[in-house]
């Protein structure tokens, strides 16, 4: 994450080049003792980035900090904040009667969500947090705003495109046409830096190794 920020504060695309083709860049020079560090220790320097540019903005704050740690500090209090935002729409879901408030607690401080989201640091926190506001702004009749965070729920990650199916389930076809139209126009802008120069290719590329090679999510 840190060194995407790095890249993209310095004005370089991080989908253009893998890590390890920077090292001389930060030899000379720059000199950069914070760039060397970051690469010497990252376990994948020989593939493209595989963050989506939408999880990247996310990134951005973490250029504040000094050093590793405090951008780490950084990137923790983005996701606490993602997760106060979900427990505020959990609230109000309470509030309207459309969540039972003793479901809250099975998602909101389970560990395995802890460990996941706070501990290992990854944005299926803000995705879920997307993903509620989307249905709650479904279930209210404002499918505008609904397709909008549906789109950036997927954004960030691709998984909430699997669900897509359901919403023509439950509002019909003209409705479900209408919000699965925003959500995908939504999703497609959120990639659309993507479509410069080599980046997709590379981007596919890392997609493409995450899934086969290294069997993410194969269960």
Known sequence: FIWDVQLNTDSINPYEKIPSDHFGDLLYPNNNVRGLDLLMRMNSPNYFSVYPPLQQVFFIPAAFGDTVHESVLILRLIILLGEL???????????KKLLNENLIPWLWLNP???IEVNGNLHFEGWMITFMFIGVYYLRNRLNYLGALFLGLAA?????PILL???????WGFRSSFLILAGIFAVFTLSLSFLFFGHSFSHFSQSIDLYYHKFEFNAS
Do not use: A, D, H, R
């Open 155 to 159: 954004g960030l990650k691709m998984i």
């Open 85 to 95: 935002l979900l427990f505020y729409f959990f609230m109000i879901s309470v509030q």
């Open 164 to 170: 897509m199916p359901m919403i023509k389930k439950w």
């Open 112 to 114: 395995l969500w802890i």
